[in-house]
């Protein structure tokens, strides 16, 4: 499984916690696929956000966050 997929597999607090951030449902599926594929592009240019075999998952919780503040 790579990482991508392993950060997928929590696609749905993604988007709850993105929501929490006060964006409007819709627009938070748009943030997460905008997230997963920044995430994709860095680890495709030698981004390590893993410890071990665990994922970094406060890197992908400030990625949303960042993103979310750009699109505001």
């Known amino acids: 499984m790579t990482t991508l997929e392993k950060i997928a597999k929590k696609h749905k607090v993604w988007i709850r916690t993105v929501i929490s951030f006060g964006c409007d449902p819709s627009i938070a599926e748009d943030v997460v696929q905008e997230a997963y594929i920044k995430i994709n592009k860095l ?19 400030k990625t949303l966050k960042t993103l979310y503040g750009d699109l505001l």
């Open 43 to 61: 680890i495709k240019n030698g981004l390590d956000i893993s410890y071990g075999n665990e994922i970094n998952y406060f890197y992908v919780y």
